[in-house]
């Protein structure tokens, strides 16, 4: 999950206001991705697919994950116990 509380205010301003953050990392806190739990909930091994598409309600770029069995039983887990927070992908 993304920790906003400690995140540069102006940073979050924009995370809340949807605006595109970098996913890249930097040595200045002013420009660097956003703040992350330190917590791997999941990795790689439970890709079994990634496509770039569009999301079907707003036609903006997306990317629809394919997850296996496993994959997919702890991210619904975790999202269930994570509603309303953001969640970083990298």
Avoid: C, W
């Amino acid at each position: 999950m993304v920790d906003e509380d400690n995140m540069n205010p102006e940073r979050s301003q924009r995370l809340r206001a949807g605006r595109f953050l970098s996913a890249t990392s930097s040595t200045s806190s002013a420009t660097a991705s956003p703040s992350r739990a330190q917590q791997v909930v999941l990795t790689g091994d439970r890709l079994t697919d990634a496509q770039p598409g569009f999301d079907n309600q707003t036609q903006e770029p997306a990317v629809h994950l394919t997850l296996d069995a496993t994959g997919a039983r702890i991210f619904k887990e975790y999202t269930r116990e994570n509603v309303g927070k953001r969640m970083a992908i990298s």
